[in-house]
């Protein structure tokens, strides 16, 4: 009988629930935003997720869009199979038409292809997996730089300014690949090899490694055998510190250049101390840049420390700020309508220059979804801070070279 | 000395001992006689506390000892040596005689009665940095009796103690038992075999199916129609 | 020549930490009969205290080691009493689930404590190195090797000649006979968890000045300490230090003629021919193998 009772409680509590969450749906815009928020990915998830909230907290004290306050239904995305089911229960119970996300590639392949399905938006804001959205889902779309443009950056950079520093021509540049073998670092190394060898780059050396090892001794011995000019390293996490501190331990002197993941993470200079200094890496618009380019991007970190007391800890935090911006305006312009060619429509028809978003990045979609002006600026790790260096216009300061 | 009373013991739901009672005197060498599975260990572990019984009681110099553990137990003065030795083989012989005098009493003083057992038993003496598992049977044996004496012990339980030693090796064990009730410890014997026990034993308890069937000072016993049959083979 | 060398002591500075957590685990494997799953995590927080130990008090860290390892002792002796000892008497399965939620549980309070920002610190030694004749030796390495050799055989010494030692040994061969001789195994195993918890922290400690900390660092360590302890055989200390350094020595050529991401792999596949072998493992027993159905 207790027990009876207590079902019944349950239900009507849930009922409750459901009643609110309809009743809360006419006046508000319900938007899912799903992030690795627990479990190994959750630092950056976390981080990748303030950027969207600051957004939301900031368009809604401008009123919102089409005049509704925005409201965010959480999801979990903590596993590969959490990312599934919460997204299947934002859609389901939380009723949401459109979800934001995700910062890893893992989670949003599969939770995007959960949301198309459904017909359900999908906009990705951090994760840069070239396969997402070529994958012929109509309803994913992609506000930020894939890993291709990622290795767009490290080509240009090494072929526009590490080749003529070095006195030599570009197919004379050796270049060595460092990278974790995951999905990230796989697809990130393939992506950056191909680019290379097209413009004539020499790749001496691909080491792959796992990212939960804790000793890369071997990968330093590679390389310093394959004996290139630069290393181009994918490190998710700590295993960058890791390849730097081995790299000097064992007298590699190559200089290193990151492809975000851990290269970005402040702890990586905190970790490193002065040996940090001069390493290179190309990731998403950092916040030491030429702000003439970035617009908003200073209001951004201002409440940003305002409500989570510290400084931004990466650039991915602003990224999202800035693709929730472009999903806002979209929304704004369908008044706040979910329709399919509605969105689409606006989406397809919105066209901003470089330099106009808190990112820098321009805002052009491509027929498969993707933000074809989205950019990764190369930055580096000057006392501390990781600082703009190219290209020009977005540089704070000008590159140096340090083995 | 030791005394149970009316002992109900269960393994799940398969009872060993049915309304068990008996009694060791002090200063004698008491014998518990049965075939197999007849319970003799099952006493052995519920009076070492490593067996809880559901019924009865069991009282050691008049102090009641259920549910002390057998860690405990043989700080009380209770030693047991385990059927099968169970010494610890990859351990000294000294070590495993060391281990016996663990407990709080005997800690103390072991130097002094790790003496007493080498003067006991001289191969010891001579094993003693000898891992236990490389000794033969009947060393092993000396030196689980050894480290049942080395916790200084009042009442000493052997348990099957001619298990796999040759008749002559077992006669040897038994008059050792002997001496070692000469110098005031009361042994509580379990065995199997049957000729040498009722050859020392004081006092002899025949347990069948976890039951005491007969009992009595063991030449009365010895001299019974049905133990002559069932258990001397006369 | 000089290559293969230095790829050698690489190996052997790696196995030395190896070897050093990894006979936190056979201590309590072969005394408590319990397959620690939460290890790795005894290694993080280690590696966590002495990470904050340096950040809020600037406190180095080989001198955390004094605060570090009492507190891993107690908070091993701890986890033993109030969480492991009650469900002693239940199932292998059982616990091995319980040090599983141990485990999970260390690793998301890390993460909501700490956050899953990996934390390093910065010594002025660091980075320093040993130079000669071509070769290369890390100094905070090589403090880690030889902290984990002397820890190692101050642990045999232990183990060998006093009586407690001697008492644990007993209880690793048999806990009911050793209870018969007066020995109070609860008491013994509080002890061998928190030897096992202190040698973890020694491990995770002295890795510090090279190596980075974070929530989930642990999971790796427990799978290789698994591996280490059951290639040298439960139950033998020198079997696991042995262990430990051919480990290292695999991974580090492996990973250099082979594949840096292969190496895991490749002595993962040595582990188990070794173990076709040689069930019991290299220097092993053969006692207590059964409980990990490797027997």
């Avoid at chain 1, 997996?129 to 090494?158: E, H, M």
């Avoid at chain 1, 520093?165 to 073998?181: F, M, P, Q, S």
Wanted: aromatic share 10%.
């Amino acid at each position: 009988m207790k027990k009876l009772a207590m079902l019944a409680a349950a239900c009507i509590c849930l009922m409750q629930i459901s009643v609110t969450g309809v009743f809360a749906e006419e006046k508000t815009i319900q938007i899912g935003a799903l992030y690795p928020i627990s479990g190994n990915l959750a630092l950056m998830g976390e981080e990748s997720w303030r950027g969207a909230e600051i957004a939301r907290i900031l368009r809604n004290r401008q009123g919102g869009v089409a005049g509704k306050q925005i409201v965010f239904r959480q999801g979990d995305a903590s596993t590969n199979s959490a990312a599934r089911s919460e997204t299947e229960r934002m859609i389901e119970q939380d009723k949401v038409k459109a979800i934001l996300g995700t910062y890893a590639s893992s989670r949003c392949m599969v939770a995007s292809e959960v949301a198309a399905r459904k017909d359900i938006f999908y906009f990705e804001l951090g994760a840069i997996a070239n396969a997402i959205t070529q994958r012929g889902y109509k309803t994913v779309w992609r506000t930020c730089p894939t890993s291709l443009d990622f290795c767009r950056g490290q080509v240009n950079f090494i072929i526009n300014w590490l080749a003529p520093t070095l006195g030599k021509k570009a197919n004379e540049i050796k270049v060595g690949i460092a990278h974790e073998d995951g999905e990230y670092g796989t697809s990130v190394a393939n992506s950056f090899a191909t680019l290379a060898k097209k413009t004539g780059l020499q790749i001496v050396s691909v080491e792959a490694y796992s990212n939960t090892s804790n000793d890369l001794s071997s990968v330093i011995f590679r390389l310093r055998k394959a004996a290139p000019d630069i290393v181009v390293a994918v490190s998710s996490s700590q295993d960058a510190i890791l390849l730097s501190r081995q790299a000097n331990e064992l007298g590699l002197n190559i200089p290193i250049m990151g492809t975000g993941g851990g290269h970005s993470f402040q702890s990586f200079a905190d970790g490193l101390g002065p040996q940090a200094n001069g390493v290179l890496n190309v990731d998403f618009t950092q916040y030491h840049v030429n702000t003439k380019y970035t617009p908003g991007l200073e209001e951004f970190v201002k409440l940003y420390q305002e409500t989570f007391k510290h400084f931004p800890r990466a650039g991915s935090s602003l990224a999202n700020f800035m693709g929730a911006n472009v999903i806002f305006n979209i929304l704004e312009k369908t008044g706040g309508s979910f329709d399919p060619e509605k969105i689409r429509k606006v989406a397809m028809a919105m066209d901003i220059q470089p330099g106009h978003t808190a990112t820098g990045w321009g805002v052009k979609f491509d027929k498969e979804g993707q933000n074809v002006r989205a950019e990764c600026l190369v930055t580096q790790w000057r006392d501390g801070k990781l600082v703009t260096v190219w290209p020009k216009k977005f540089a704070v300061m000008e590159p140096i070279l340090v083995k | 000395m030791l005394n149970l009373k009316g002992i109900d013991c269960f393994y799940g739901d398969f009872q060993v001992l049915r309304d068990l009672s008996l009694k060791v005197e002090a200063g004698q060498i008491v014998a518990l006689l049965g075939p197999n599975a007849a319970g003799k260990s099952s006493t052995l572990a519920a009076i070492s506390g490593a067996l809880p019984y559901t019924k009865g009681e069991i009282n050691f110099c008049e102090k009641p000892i259920k549910g002390i553990k057998p860690e405990k137990v043989v700080d009380l003065g209770i030693a047991l040596v385990p059927e099968g030795r169970k010494l610890f083989q990859t351990l000294t012989v000294r070590e495993n005689l060391e281990l016996g005098a663990y407990s709080r009493h005997a800690r103390e003083k072991r130097g002094k009665t790790l003496q007493q057992v080498y003067e006991l038993f001289p191969v010891l003496k001579d094993r003693s940095s000898q891992t236990a598992g490389s000794l033969s049977g009947g060393e092993q044996q000396m030196c689980a009796i050894g480290r049942g004496l080395m916790a200084q012990p009042r009442l000493l339980m052997i348990d099957e103690m001619s298990l796999g030693l040759s008749p002559i090796l077992a006669k040897q064990m038994f008059t050792m038992v002997q001496e070692i009730a000469a110098i005031g410890i009361t042994i509580f014997l379990v065995e199997q075999q049957v000729h040498h026990t009722m050859r020392v034993a004081d006092y002899t308890y025949i347990i069948e199916k976890g039951h005491i069937t007969m009992s009595g000072p063991t030449k009365e016993i010895a001299a019974n129609e049905h133990v002559k049959k069932t258990y001397l083979g006369m | 020549m000089d290559f293969y060398i230095q790829v050698l002591i690489s190996g052997l500075l790696l196995g030395g930490i190896y070897a050093l957590i990894s006979i936190g685990l056979n201590l309590i494997f072969g005394v408590v009969r319990i397959l620690n799953f939460a290890h790795g995590e005894l290694v993080m927080l280690a590696m966590y205290g002495t990470f904050w130990l340096y950040k809020l008090y600037d406190l180095d860290p080989y001198l955390s080691l004094v605060v570090v390892l009492p507190a891993m002792f107690l908070f091993g002796v701890v986890l033993q009493r109030f969480i492991l000892q009650p469900v002693l008497t239940t199932s292998g399965v059982m616990k091995m689930f319980t040090t599983v939620g141990i485990s999970i549980l260390m690793q998301n309070l890390a993460l909501i404590l700490w956050k899953g920002d990996f934390r390093a610190v910065q010594t002025f030694y660091s980075m320093s190195t040993i130079k000669f004749s071509g070769l290369i030796i890390s100094i905070p390495r090589l403090v880690a090797f030889g902290a984990a050799l002397l820890s190692i055989i101050l642990l045999y010494l232990f183990l060998k000649y006093t009586y407690v030692g001697k008492a644990l040994r007993a209880i690793v061969e048999d806990h009911a006979t050793a209870r018969l001789m007066g020995i109070t195994v609860e008491r013994h195993y509080l002890l061998a968890f928190g030897l096992g918890a202190l040698f973890s922290a020694l491990g995770g400690t002295l890795m510090m000045p090279f190596s980075s900390v974070y929530p989930t660092i642990g999971g790796p360590f427990t799978a290789l300490a698994f591996v280490i302890v059951v290639l040298g055989g439960l139950g033998s200390m020198g079997g696991t230090f042995l262990a430990g350094l051919f480990i290292g020595v695999i991974e580090a050529f492996a990973g250099t003629f082979v594949s840096p991401g292969l190496k895991e792999a490749i002595y993962f596949v040595i582990f188990l021919l070794v173990l076709m072998v040689r069930p019991q493992g290299l220097f092993g027993m053969g006692r207590g193998t059964e409980e990990i159905g490797l027997k």
